[in-house]
Nanobody, 127 residues
Framework: QVQLVESGGGLVQARDSLRLSCEASGRTFSRYAMGWFRQAPGKEREFAAAIDWSGGSTAYADSVKGRFTISRDNAKNTVYLQMNSLEPEDTAVYYC????????????????????WGQGTQVTVSS
């Protein structure tokens, strides 16, 4: 069982930066592929970024590529999402998710493959 707790959200202006953190419980965090998803008001949840359990492979949605960076620190059981050049369109609740992975270089970009979810953190970008 893995519990995930996100933090770092807030209200910022366009072109500002934020770093989200997701701390996981459990001793086997390093064997979990991780992802960040987001859900804007009135919209479906969408993929933002994902990382394999080693941190060596990542994937991004086209809408955030070049602006967002996902990383992880397995010693701290934490995955991060560095968000730069934020735009009002990035306003959403951001969720981190985890799924056990038996192999490295596996990045998971679809939400139905994740087993564990955090409660979400609100990011609001004003224009």
């Amino acid at each position: 069982q893995v519990q995930l707790v996100e933090s770092g959200g807030g209200l910022v202006q366009a072109r500002d930066s934020l770093r989200l953190s997701c701390e996981a419980s459990g001793r086997t965090f390093s064997r979990y592929a991780m992802g960040w998803f987001r859900q804007a008001p009135g919209k479906e949840r969408e993929f933002a970024a994902a990382i394999d359990w080693s941190g060596g492979s990542t994937a991004y949605a086209d809408s955030v590529k070049g602006r967002f960076t996902i990383s992880r620190d397995n010693a701290k059981n934490t995955v991060y999402l560095q968000m730069n050049s934020l735009e009002p369109e990035d306003t959403a609740v951001y969720y981190c998710a985890a799924t056990f992975s038996s192999r490295t270089a596996v990045v998971v970009t679809t939400d139905d493959r994740y087993n564990y979810w955090g409660q979400g953190t609100q990011v609001t970008v004003s224009s």
